[in-house]
């Protein structure tokens, strides 16, 4: 049975809100969720307490699992939320306050303001509050002090104990039997170098070279190794040391065969979705009008579909690019390169930056996608590279990217190896794009760090890459 039929949602609103509520309760309607109606019915003015207070009122009592509350501002109605014993009301803005809302607070009404959000952005917000659990331990024993607060009067601090540990404990319980199989056979493969069977071909290019050369395994799950390091892990090591001079014999897995041209025909797309097949690219990279159409011809391959957000400029609104974003996975792409907020990098916004990169990210979470953060680096001083790699690291990115290839330069060694010494130890992976047009040029970004090519000249790096092998 869908368990939305059971979950009942006590919404409310005061007139300022009264529209939004009315579209919002026909959306979760058409979900599955039972809705209880508080009120208002109309656009009359009238005083948001009272309905703050009956949307609480359901909560307390029982008769609804979540409050929904909306008027002008959302403020008021979190307060008065908040009076109702049992009641812990969140004002969200945005998906990150929602999640946060839940997973670290469990807060069980929402407030939102009308006259700040629209529809759009109040649905994605509402999903994302509907859809998180408060699970950790140390978050909960905060929820129960805050209960404390309610019926003692007082902190109880004799709550505190290990939960911290207990936390990182479960983090790890949390990572399935065949991720923790994998892992143990890299680990077996590092600290038992002269076991590794090498591969076919005349270079001995082991599976673990593999991942500090060219990133294959670690782009699949960045977020494993992230477990690692919240667990107290420092640093963690790919190789033996030997071997970071090669370049793989399936350099094809670490190219994003790419036409981003505003001229692009959709036989020019079918022709690159072809190729990609063919030669067994990572992904193809396109715009997103392209997204549906590239699925549709890559369907049952391995090969992902790879789309940019707030491109090339980077100057687009984050509600905007997480909306952009979402739709392009609900049109089949698997990958999203979007381009930061240069502008507010430049005028030290950095905190809004983060959020544009936040926003995109946590949709690339939701929709099971890979995110990659194309900092533009031709345009930033030094210290500006190092903030945009912090920033994309503390918004949880799989990969920072150096260049959309429509700025003043493309990729460097220099920056790579920047960008490596920034990100490459946190699970995070590096593209380098913008003017690779060789073999050459591929094996010396990926020496200095680089786990992904982004290239329209795919092709011909694979067939001098061949050329290369025969010769030696």
């Known amino acids: 049975m869908n368990t939305r039929s059971k979950t009942i949602i006590a919404v409310g609103a005061d007139h300022a809100g009264f529209l939004l509520k009315e579209d919002l309760k026909k959306y979760l309607q058409d ?3 039972e809705v209880m109606d508080c009120g208002t019915s109309g656009t009359d003015s009238v005083d948001y307490p009272e309905y703050a207070f009956a949307v609480a009122n359901k909560v307390s009592s029982g008769e609804a699992q979540f409050g929904l509350m909306v008027d002008g501002a959302g403020i008021g109605s979190a307060i008065v939320a908040n009076k109702v014993k049992g009641v812990r009301a969140a004002l969200c803005y945005d998906i990150s306050t929602a999640q946060n809302a839940r997973k670290h607070n469990d807060a069980n009404v929402l407030t939102l303001g009308a006259a ?11 999903d994302t509050f509907l859809s998180h659990h408060c ?49 143990a056979q890299k680990v077996g493969e590092l600290l038992n170098v002269g076991e590794v069977p090498a591969s076919s071909g005349e270079k001995t290019h082991r599976d673990s070279d593999m991942v500090c050369v060219c990133g294959v395994c670690v782009e699949k799950k960045p977020d494993i190794i992230r477990k690692f390091l919240d667990f107290g892990v420092d640093r963690i090591g790919y190789h033996d040391g030997t071997g970071c001079e090669c370049v793989p014999d399936d350099i094809a897995r670490c190219i994003d065969h790419t036409l981003l041209k505003p001229d692009a025909t959709e036989e020019d797309i079918k022709k690159l979705c072809a190729e990609a097949r063919e030669y067994h690219f990572a992904s193809v990279c396109l715009s997103p009008s392209y997204v549906k159409l590239a699925a549709k011809e890559l369907e049952g391959s391995s090969v992902k579909v790879c789309t940019v957000v707030g491109f090339p400029s980077g100057a687009h609104l984050p509600g905007i690019k997480a909306m952009e974003t979402r739709q392009a996975i609900r049109d089949g792409a698997r990958e999203i390169d979007m381009v930061i907020n240069i502008g507010a990098l430049k005028s030290k916004q950095d905190e809004l930056v983060y959020r544009d990169i936040r926003q995109v990210c946590e949709a690339c979470e939701d929709g099971g996608a890979v995110s990659k953060v194309i900092i533009e680096a031709a345009y930033l001083t030094e210290d500006e590279k190092v903030r945009a790699c912090e920033l994309a690291k503390n918004a949880r990115a799989n990969y ?7 700025g003043p330069n493309g990729a460097t060694v220099e920056d790579i190896d920047l960008m490596n010494r920034m990100v490459g130890q946190h699970g995070i992976g590096i593209k380098a ?8 040029d591929a094996k ?29």
């Open 135 to 183: 699970t950790f331990d140390r978050h909960l024993r905060r929820v129960k002090m805050i209960d404390a607060i309610e019926s003692e009067g007082k902190i109880n601090t004799s709550m505190r104990s290990d939960f911290d540990q207990k936390d990182k404990e479960k983090e790890l319980i949390n990572i399935s039997s065949e991720e923790l199989t994998q892992i």
């Open 31 to 33: 979900e599955g969720y």
């Open 116 to 126: 700040l959000i629209g529809l759009g952005l109040a649905i994605q917000i509402v």
């Open 444 to 472: 010396e970004m990926i020496q200095a760090g680089a786990t992904r090519i982004g290239a329209s000249a795919g092709i011909k790096i694979l067939q001098e890459a061949k050329q290369m092998t025969i010769s030696n």
């Open 433 to 440: 794009a913008g003017g690779i047009k060789s073999y050459a």
């Open 400 to 406: 920072v990217k150096t260049s959309t290839g429509f």
